[in-house]
């Protein structure tokens, strides 16, 4: 008789080999976005263990950045939002303002997720895309 937790190991191995595209982006969203918030909830301890906790956000964004499809009309955009996130990680231990920092980065977390659990549901049909005009980069508008 399988365990609890194995069988929602095994729940979560059917997820990400039977996810759509954009359920697998959200859980990298949602994986990245909790790291940087146990990131930011280890400033003032330890320097190790808020860069150890901001590792998986860090892996999250130069992995989508690097995956980016450039082709998309809006990949660069994309592209340069994830390095932003990334960079901006990647500086955030080292600086007098590193709660800030990690406060930017969730917040383009949070809308990303917001505007991509909208596009999913259907909730967000730009306008743009009726017309065939260039639709926005504003996930959540």
Not at 37 to 57: F, N, Q, S, Y
Not at 128 to 140: G, L, R, T
């Amino acid at each position: 008789m399988a365990t609890s937790s194995e069988v929602l190991e095994q729940y979560r191995r059917e997820q990400v080999t039977m996810g759509s595209p954009e359920a697998l982006t959200l859980m990298l969203y949602e994986a990245a976005l909790k790291s940087v918030r146990k990131a930011k909830g280890c400033l003032g301890g330890k320097p190790i263990d808020v860069v150890t906790e901001a590792k998986m956000a860090l892996d999250v964004c130069i992995e989508l950045a690097d995956n980016v499809n450039l082709e998309h009309p809006h990949g660069q955009r994309m592209r340069d939002l994830y390095l932003y996130c990334w960079r901006t990680l990647l500086a955030a231990p080292g600086r007098p303002d590193a709660a800030e920092q990690f406060d930017a980065v969730d917040t383009v977390l949070t809308n990303l997720i917001a505007g991509l659990r909208a596009y999913t549901t259907g909730a967000a049909k730009p306008a743009a895309v009726e017309s065939k005009a260039p639709v926005s980069i504003d996930f959540v508008g």
